[in-house]
T-cell receptor
């Protein structure tokens, strides 16, 4: 079975540009999570969805960040406008209802210059 | 509030040595779950194990073993006869019990321990 798929794997952009990160969860998993990993702050949960509905976005750093899940097999995390401090690895993870362990995608390494 | 502490920032061992990665957690919940994830140099996060707070039985999987002790709030991970392929950052994580319908048990991660295994 395919794991969580993220694209792109690497993204380099200039400050002020819009960035869109994409995620396809494991089929049948109805929870989807977006995380950010930095050296300073470690792994932080940004937002999670259940059945395509955002449940908790308290980790989203500011209004420049937005996330959507238009259907069960696709989610996006958008940053507009991007800033150098947004440089990080962004992970998407998914899990099915009733379980605890989350399965992570390979991550997107974002560099904002 | 939940907290996970991995005091060992970096450990370096020679291949075939045994190594233990420490994890200490804090929670007010009576039911909770503990995890270990591995992040190899390629960057992905790989799930290794989950333990429930009501099951203190230690677990062994090949060269990996986990020691869960509620009395000391610790969930340590031992690699026996380490190999170069074990080189990675290892994260310990904690989650509360499942909440009401639709809510998820959020994972609180430690800061990770970087393990370097050399020949």
């Amino acid at each position: 079975d395919a794991g969580v798929i993220q694209s792109p794997r690497h993204e380099v952009t200039e400050m002020g540009q819009e960035v869109t990160l994409r995620c396809k969860p494991i089929s049948g998993h109805d929870y989807l999570f977006w995380y950010r990993q930095t050296m300073m702050r470690g792994l932080e949960l940004l937002i999670y969805f259940n059945n395509n509905v955002p449940i908790d976005d308290s980790g989203m750093p500011e209004d420049r960040f937005s996330a959507k899940m238009p259907n069960a097999s696709f989610s996006t995390l958008k940053i507009q406008p991007s800033e150098p401090r947004d440089s990080a690895v962004y992970f998407c993870a998914s899990k099915p209802t009733g379980t605890y362990e989350q399965y992570f995608g390979p991550g997107t390494r974002l560099t904002v210059t | 509030a939940q907290k996970v502490t991995q005091a060992q920032t970096e450990i370096s061992v020679v291949e075939k040595e045994d190594v233990t990665l420490d994890c200490v957690y804090e929670t007010r919940d009576t039911t909770y779950y503990l995890f270990w994830y591995k992040q190899p140099p390629s960057g992905e996060l790989v799930f290794l194990i989950r333990r429930n707070s009501f099951d203190e039985q230690n677990e062994i999987s090949g060269r990996y073993s986990w020691n869960f002790q509620k009395s000391t709030s610790s969930f340590n991970f031992t690699i026996t006869a380490s190999q170069v392929v074990d080189s990675a950052v290892y994260f310990c994580a904690l989650s509360e019990a499942l909440g009401s319908a639709g809510t998820a048990s959020k994972l609180t991660f430690g800061t990770g321990t970087r393990l370097q295994v050399t020949l």
